[in-house]
């Protein structure tokens, strides 16, 4: 899970507090986990971490109070395995350990500088370069190709944002960082950029320390934050993250946010871009991870004329792409009607009577937002 997904609600565990299991077995030796983890760096990883299977009550009760209050909106499936989410047992019985990991993707430049371009779209961060489903998956599953090699009769499965995995809490649970206000992962040495995946594992290995909190009193990336999304520190209200409406949200945007979003087409980076933490930061050197140049700002007219073949054409290999053309174009023609450029008007009034009604709504209030008549 890339750390600006619509997040969960954090886990804010006083230090040491996170529970274990009663009396587990003796843990694997030392230099079973070294290896492991000297493997993982060597695979291309860039923090590695292990934790018990286990999360304690407080991740199922925040997540039960998220889901209670309906702030996850449309994301019907942490409901429907919220056990599962809350247990990692309840997912996989067998499960003893879980070997966390973590890929920077750090930004080179500033992530935020194409807000500034009204007539451009701003793409987040994690979706400017290969799906990282791929790139994490590819060597989660080299890893454990090695585990099984390496460790007679082990089993394991792997997971990337794939299935219902606390991937933060257990990301914190293993040392790799803690949960900010934003409820999204932190990490001492990577900032915000962090991309996560799981090794469970039959294998008995010695946890880490849990990392504790380090936010302290900022408030930054509450203050960043364009809709005004979180309640409070931990509180994140996924139906006014920008993240959720671009992406998880199918309908018309409420109008109320729609001006605020500016020119965010895909994601948004703002809370995570205001963390201090993010001096510690570096650029990823991983070449998948590398931006494509052709959606650093890509033009709003040129992506408004998408239709449905070119879309997937440009978009493939792309995260982008699991949204659809539709999706993404209204969030094109929301940026639109925010540019305050007249010379995109045209690119809106012709999808004013596009088939999706979604689309056709969004470039009546882009046209009408620039002066123009539908």
């Not at 793409?123 to 090699?149: E, G, I, N, T």
């Not at 509180?235 to 959720?244: E, H």
């Not at 890509?298 to 997937?312: G, T, V």
């Not at 940026?335 to 012709?350: H, K, R, Y």
Request: hydrophobic residues 45%.
């Amino acid at each position: 899970m890339p750390a600006n997904a619509p997040a969960l609600p954090a886990t804010v565990p006083s230090p040491g507090a996170l529970p274990r299991p009663a009396a587990p077995p003796a843990p694997a030796a030392g230099p079973a986990r070294e290896a492991i983890r000297a493997e993982a760096l060597r695979l291309g990883f860039d923090a590695v971490g292990f934790a018990r299977a286990h999360l304690g009550p407080e991740v199922r009760e925040r997540l039960a109070a998220f889901l209670a209050a309906g702030m996850h909106g449309e994301m019907g499936w942490l409901a429907e395995r919220s056990e599962q989410r809350s247990h990692p047992r309840a997912l996989w019985p067998e499960a003893v350990s879980v070997v966390a990991l973590g890929m920077n993707y750090g930004p080179e430049d500033d992530p935020l500088a194409s807000l500034a371009l009204p007539d451009c779209g701003t793409v987040s961060v994690y979706a400017r370069h290969r799906d990282y489903h791929d790139v994490v998956k590819k060597r989660l599953k080299a890893l454990a190709r090695w585990m099984v090699d390496r460790f007679a009769g082990t089993e394991l499965k792997v997971f990337v944002d794939t299935a219902p995995v606390a991937e933060k809490p257990l990301a914190q649970q293993a040392g790799l960082g803690w949960q900010g206000k934003h409820s999204n992962l932190v990490s001492r040495a990577h900032g915000s950029w962090l991309f996560l995946g799981e090794v469970y594992t039959t294998l008995d290995l010695a946890p880490d320390a849990a990392e504790t909190d380090h936010c302290g009193a900022c408030t930054r990336c509450l203050a960043a934050c364009p809709t005004d999304a979180f309640l409070g520190p931990y509180r994140l209200d996924a139906r006014r993250c920008i993240s959720y409406l671009t992406i998880e949200h199918r309908g018309p945007i409420p109008h109320e946010l729609r001006s605020r979003m500016g020119n965010r087409i895909y994601g948004c980076d703002d809370c995570l871009a205001a963390c201090p933490w993010n001096k510690f930061a570096h650029p990823t050197e991983e070449p998948a991870l590398i931006p494509r140049t052709d959606l650093m700002a890509p033009s709003l007219a040129e992506l408004a004329m998408l239709d449905d073949a070119a879309f997937r054409a440009r978009f493939s290999g792309s995260p982008i792409k699991r949204i659809g053309r539709d999706r993404f174009v209204r969030n094109v023609l929301n940026a639109i009607g925010n540019s305050g450029d007249p010379g995109l008007l045209p690119a809106a009034v012709a999808l004013c009577r596009d088939p999706d009604p979604v689309v056709a709504e969004a470039a009546t209030w882009a046209a009408a937002r620039l002066g123009g008549a539908a």
